[in-house]
């Protein structure tokens, strides 16, 4: 285990509490400039399905402080949203909280793991959409709702496509600034 894990300082409740904060505060603005962007333009809400400016901040908040701050931030950042904005919809909330809790827990999980940062978000990318689909899959046949159909797992991933790969190109960037800042206010 000591091979794929490396040791990285361990992050204080309060820099966990500000950066929950700070990416609770992201996952809810961003979606609405996309919308905002969207209304205007006449796209309505599919630049923020496509591009998923929610799940940004909750997998950077994950890697960077832990597993805590990003499943906090990954399980409100939705609800927020939603008491603020009525977006995401009520039928896929609970579907948009646990992805993006799972999104948070997964990559703060692998924080110090050791392998590059595209494979940390990758693996997390794919455990969220996992139990997403897990989730949606018992909620339909498991529970009998129709709300939420079962064809809107594979119709999100090729519509986030965009956004997935905006993640792989912007995530690991963000990781090797924040590392590299924090190395020089170290020396």
């Known amino acids: ?7 990285k300082p361990k992050v204080s409740v309060k820099v966990q509490t500000l950066a929950t904060v700070g990416a609770l505060a992201a996952a809810v603005a961003l979606p609405q400039v996309f919308h905002a962007v969207g209304a205007v333009s006449g796209l309505g809400t599919a630049l923020g399905e ?9 997998l ?3 890697l960077t ?4 701050a990003g499943a906090i931030s990954g399980v409100l950042a939705p609800l927020v949203s939603f008491a603020l904005s009525g977006m995401p919809t009520a039928a896929m909330l609970p579907f948009m909280m646990i992805e993006l809790l799972c999104y948070g827990l997964f990559a703060g999980l692998m924080r110090t793991a050791r392998i590059p940062s595209l494979g940390k978000v990758v693996l997390a990318q794919i455990g969220g959409r996992a139990v997403r689909a897990a989730a949606i899959l018992i909620a339909f046949y498991g529970l009998g709702s129709t709300a939420i159909p079962v064809a809107i797992i594979w119709r999100s991933i090729a519509t986030g496509l965009p956004g997935l790969l905006l993640q792989w190109a912007l995530l690991p960037l963000l990781l090797y600034w924040i590392e590299n800042r924090s190395h020089k206010a170290d020396a």
């Open 60 to 62: 950077l908040v994950g």
């Open 1 to 7: 285990m000591s091979t794929l894990v490396r040791t």
């Open 65 to 68: 402080a832990g597993p805590a």
């Open 50 to 58: 496509t591009f998923l400016p929610m799940h940004l901040p909750i």
